[in-house]
């Protein structure tokens, strides 16, 4: 079986090219494994400890083990991260401009840059957009910065149709009809429900 021998650069930038054999005829990338032993076969790279931190076994990765990963749920090919000693691990994905990461420090969380996009709590299953302390009183917490409004929208084939959500400006719940630019329906900061109109004509809290 014929080996793969690599040519560095002549600039030195470590960019290496597969010097032979000249076809992919039964090439072998040979590497050493934890111990400095290097490895002359395919089937012995397939589930050796590469680096001490990287084990291959069959179909399956784990970073951060030095013994075959396993799937909690059975699944037969997984990449699994983690440690053995209860410290945080992550997924990094980066281009030339942004940073997304993936973050698991008892909870998951969702960053952007160094900004918590969305957060899974583990022991409640709440979730929180905009925030990494989901309020309590329900399952999905929606927060904004100061001076924005938490709102969904409803869309039918990309197109905007309904929006629901709190205004920061007025302190009110309301049902907005984007189709037709209108405010359908409001609950203002006193417990009145407006429908149609979006200032009460009575004194008291009720329904309008």
Partial sequence: MSKIALTPSASGTGVFTIASPATSTDRTLTLPDEAG??????????????????????????????????SPNDATTFLYIGNATNQDTSIVLQDAVETWE????????????TTNVMTLQRLTGHVGIGTSSPNG??????????????????AENDTAKWLIGHRHDGDYFRFYDLANSAERMRIDSLGNVLVGKTVSSFGTAGIE
């Fill in 37 to 70: 032993t290097v490895l002359t076969s395919a089937s012995s790279l397939a589930s050796a400890n590469l680096t001490g931190a990287v084990t291959v076994s069959g179909s399956n990765v784990g970073i951060g083990v030095t013994s075959s990963p396993v």
């Fill in 102 to 113: 993936i973050y698991q420090n008892d909870d998951l969380s969702f960053l952007f840059d």
């Fill in 137 to 154: 009183n329900g399952i999905l917490t929606l927060n904004t910065p100061a001076d924005n409004s938490a709102q969904i929208v409803f």
